[in-house]
């Protein structure tokens, strides 16, 4: 097998529905195609660790009382922490690991659940929790996909049926105000560079939704001006 100890790791980032899992194997494909390796690695990884399943439960309403955001965000950071193992082996397997949601997901919905002016805190303890107490690796490169909350709203309501729930709609994605504060939080993050470098790649143009196609091609293109070299 060949090893890539420096692989790129590519996170793809947004509000849900906006089209990550998709970009995210749609990046992989293209990547594979051009004989560059490439996984997609998803979180929260709901069926593989105890912080998954917990998290699974948080989502689906069954757990029976609400959690504080810094303990909820705890619950995703473990998530990870679990799963450092399966990160370092995509890591050292492949040219590139593409993340379908990663630490800045827990930084944009969790800073979304406190007022506006604790939010940079929030973001700061969490990037604080994963990468210098966790020691989870920063990503080279976060994608922003920007998509307008109503369009992704639609797309949520397409997506397949999930494990965790047999609800059209999640907790967080039932909750349309959150949802515009997430988006609010993703190009805060994105302009302040929090959590290393970022791209934001709009979803639509002129008013339609552009093809996978487009959308996975313009996120190579944004990992290769990333990493010239490559
Ligand atoms: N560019 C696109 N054009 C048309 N449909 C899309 C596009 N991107 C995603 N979809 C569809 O929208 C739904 C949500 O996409 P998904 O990638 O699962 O979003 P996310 O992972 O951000 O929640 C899925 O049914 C998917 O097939
Ligand atoms: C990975 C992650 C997700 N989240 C939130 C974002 C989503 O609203 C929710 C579930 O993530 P997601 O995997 O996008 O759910 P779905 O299976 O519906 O696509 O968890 C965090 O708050 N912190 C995190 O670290």
Do not use: C
């Not at 940079?120 to 920063?138: H, K, N, S, T, Y």
Request: glycine fraction near 6%; charge should be negative.
């Amino acid at each position: 097998m060949p090893q890539h100890a420096s692989a790129f790791l590519l996170a793809i980032e947004g509000g849900d529905g906006a089209g990550k899992a998709t970009a995210a194997a749609g990046v992989a494909a293209q990547l594979n195609a051009a004989g560059r390796t490439a996984t997609v690695l998803s979180f929260p990884r709901y069926t593989h660790t105890l912080g998954g399943h917990v998290l699974g439960d948080y989502l689906a309403g069954r757990l029976p009382h609400t959690a504080s955001p810094r303990a909820m965000a705890t619950l995703y950071a473990l998530d990870r922490l679990e799963s450092a193992a399966v990160i370092a082996a995509a890591a050292a397997a492949h040219e590139v690991v593409v993340f379908d949601r990663y630490i800045a997901s827990n930084m944009a919905y969790q800073a979304a659940q406190v007022p506006a002016d604790d939010a940079r805190d929030l973001m700061a303890w969490i990037a604080r929790l994963e990468v210098d107490q966790f020691g989870l690796p920063v990503p080279d490169l976060s994608v922003y996909l920007d998509t307008p909350a109503d369009i992704a709203r639609t797309l949520i309501l397409q997506k397949r049926s999930r494990s965790y729930t047999d609800d059209a709609l999640d907790a967080y994605e039932a909750d349309f105000a959150l949802q515009t504060r997430v988006r609010t939080n993703y190009a805060l993050m994105a302009a302040a560079g929090l959590l290393g470098r970022w791209a934001t790649v709009p979803t639509i143009a002129a008013g339609s939704l552009r093809s996978p196609l487009e959308i996975a091609t313009m996120i190579v293109d944004r990992l290769d001006d990333a990493r010239p070299d490559r």
